[in-house]
Structures are given as structure tokens and as C-alpha cells.
């Protein structure tokens, strides 16, 4: 059984630089290299839909010189990989509030959207300047404002995830065990598989191997 969605939190780049006595940026590089990697093993492994956290709204607490380093490569991963991803026919999406970012970052993203619009494949969701807790606390006022009862159709209709599939499996990388503010509501009843593995060496074997560890768990969503 493939899941329909997956999730992945990219840990370790830190780490994965410091080991090898590189510069932080350097794991961060390496990491973009990791996310094509996955990106196209996710498709043809059978994956709908690929939600990656980039960048959460806790990460603007970063040093000023680490974020312009990410803000960096995330111009380089459009520029170098958005003609792989569109001719790979990848829907891109982006989760979270782009409103914080400088007016070219936000051009270069939706014009990078707007680029994969038309394509039918598989799913990228892209989590920049995303805060679970924000995301719900967004939903809930929207839906206060428009008045009227709230279920959880409707609820989940007011999230950033709501043209996503459900969500089946989130993978952390890094050996760390916990969820980091992210996507806390969708994971209600996901599967959570955590690695040892530093994301910037994550690939397509390791993503087989988590795939293969959800098909052998027994999904019950509470009811026995």
C-alpha cells in the first residue's frame, strides 16, 4: 500500500555540514540536492502528493546571514529545477504565509506556481514561513468572520493543505522525535515514521524504506 500523502520534515542540514567541518550554508545546499532527489523518487515510487517544510515561521529566528542563505537557495532551487519539475508534469503548491517575504521572492515563487498550473502529475507542496499553530488559528478566524456552523468539512476547507489527499505519513530526518509545528491537524491520524538519517543524505532508497515501513502497519484511525 503506497501512501497517498506524504510529509517530510528536512532535518539535519546543521548537523550534516558540521560533520563534515562545512559551513551551515553547505548543508543547506546539499539539502536542495536532496529535495529533487526525493522529489522525483517520491513520483515514481506512486506518490500523489509530497509536502516538504522548508522554512517554518519559527526559522525567521535564525541568524540574519543563514536566512539570506536560504532565501538564497530557495531562488536557486526555482531557477536550477523549475523546468525538471514542470516537464516531470509536478503540480507546485506552497503552504504557509508568503506575505513575509520580499517582493521578489514571492514573484519568483508564483510565477514558479503559476509555471505548473496546468500539469496533472503528482503534487509539491512546498511549506514556506508555515506555523501549524498560525495555519489553525488563521482557519478558525476566517471561518468566525463568514459566520454560520463550523464542521470539519468546512474546517478543513480553511486550511493551507485544503486541495492536498489526506495525510498519511510524515517522516522526520535527523533522529530527532517530535512534530515541530507542523501540519498538527492533518497528522491526526498519520502514520510517523522517524530516521537516524541527516536529511541531505535522505534519497530515493530511503524514502523506499519508509514506504516500505507504512505498508507493514496496520492503519486503524482509532476505530478498534
Known amino acids: 500500500m503506497i501512501p497517498r500523502h506524504v510529509a517530510i520534515i528536512m532535518d539535519g542540514n546543521g548537523r550534516w555540514a558540521k560533520r563534515r567541518l562545512l559551513p551551515r550554508v553547505a548543508g543547506h545546499r546539499a539539502g536542495v540536492e536532496a529535495v529533487r532527489k526525493v522529489t522525483r523518487a517520491a513520483r515514481e515510487q506512486g506518490v500523489e502528493a509530497l509536502t516538504l517544510y522548508a522554512f ?5 529566528r535564525r541568524p540574519e546571514e543563514e536566512i539570506g542563505d536560504l532565501m538564497g537557495l530557495l531562488k536557486h532551487f526555482i531557477g536550477e529545477h523549475l523546468d525538471e519539475l514542470a516537464a516531470d508534469g509536478i503540480r507546485l503548491s506552497i503552504i504557509g504565509d508568503l506575505s513575509a517575504f520580499s517582493p521578489d521572492i514571492r514573484a519568483l515563487v508564483e510565477g514558479a506556481i503559476a509555471r505548473c498550473a496546468v500539469n496533472t502529475g503528482p503534487q509539491l507542496a512546498i ?40 495525510l498519511d505519513l510524515v517522516i522526520r530526518t535527523s ?28 534519497d530515493g532508497g530511503a524514502l523506499a524504506d519508509a514506504l516500505a515501513e507504512f505498508a507493514r502497519r496496520e492503519r486503524r484511525f482509532g476505530g478498534r
Not at 56 to 60: A, D, F, K, R, V
Not at 130 to 137: A, K, Q, R, V
Open 127 to 166: 511549506a514556506l514561513n508555515y506555523g501549524s499553530h498560525d495555519e489553525i488559528l488563521r482557519a478558525a478566524n476566517r471561518l468566525a468572520e463568514e459566520g454560520g456552523p463550523i464542521d470539519k468539512v468546512r474546517f478543513e476547507a480553511a486550511l493551507y493543505t485544503a486541495d492536498l489527499p489526506p
Open 56 to 60: 517554518s515561521s519559527e526559522n525567521w
Open 175 to 202: 533522529g530527532e522525535q517530535r512534530l515541530s509545528n507542523f501540519l498538527l491537524w492533518q497528522a491526526a491520524y498519520a502514520e510517523l515514521i522517524f530516521v537516524d538519517t541527516l536529511w541531505p543524505d535522505f
